[in-house]
């Protein structure tokens, strides 16, 4: 998941060619199209090679995947053009994304009974008032505090002080500190597959962030003296 997240590297050249009528033919961007090219090369060795086991093939789970890639490259793209225009917005952007979440999940938790059930122990009340499940509330309250609304006003801020390219590496290092923590923390185990095709997405997130664009000489002409 970590990995395909890194596409959000694709989306946002995308929509500057799509919304803002940014040039971007291999001309205009050559490394535009580099970074696309050696996505999807590592897209495709991740999710196509390596042993076929039962939790490897492509499913609901990779769909998914994507599609948070595509929302948060579209979010990325939203918020730098808003702090473009005002840098001072960060925590009232921070607090409108935040809010949004905050309310579509109230909403799901309501029409799944999470906040008024006695009968499930995951129920919101439950799940901060019984002792034995400190670890998942821990969890949640992380998540919410932390990684989304923390994390959110940092991203925000960042963007509208460094340039979306410098901004693009250190976002493409997100799956590496994942993969480690998910090898420290879960125990978890990867194939050829994973490293190779992982490797092939970071060096997309990089190559996004190169100059390839060929300069045009000067105009002006040098006098040569006799």
Do not use: H
């Not at 225009?85 to 799944?112: H, N, R, Y």
């Not at 995951?122 to 932390?146: C, E, H, K, M, Q």
């Amino acid at each position: 998941v970590a990995f395909l997240g890194a596409v959000t590297v694709v989306v946002c050249p995308t929509l500057e060619a799509l919304v803002d009528k940014k040039p971007m033919s291999i001309q205009d961007a050559p490394q535009t199209w580099l970074a696309a090219a050696l996505c999807l090369v590592g897209v495709g060795i991740l999710e196509l090679l390596g042993p076929a086991e039962s939790g490897d093939i492509i499913g609901w789970g990779d769909a998914l995947a994507i599609l948070q890639a595509i929302g948060f490259g579209t979010s990325f793209f939203i918020t730098e053009r808003l702090m473009r225009q005002d840098p001072s917005q960060a925590l009232p952007i921070t607090a409108v994304q935040v809010s949004t979440t905050s309310l579509i999940c109230a909403l799901w938790c309501l029409s799944d009974g999470w906040v008024t059930s006695s009968n499930d122990q995951y129920a919101l009340w439950d799940l901060f008032a019984n002792p034995s499940l400190r670890i998942a509330a821990g969890a949640v309250a992380w998540t919410g505090l932390v990684t989304t609304a923390m994390n959110r006003f940092i991203e925000t801020t960042s963007l509208g002080k460094i340039a979306s390219a410098e901004a693009s590496v250190l976002l493409a290092t997100e799956p590496l500190w994942a993969a480690i923590f998910a090898a420290l923390l879960l125990g978890e185990k990867f194939g050829w597959n994973d490293y190779v095709g992982g490797a092939f997405i970071i060096m997309a997130c990089l190559a996004n962030t190169l100059d390839l664009k060929k300069k045009e000489p000067d105009n002006e002409t040098e006098t040569l003296s006799p």
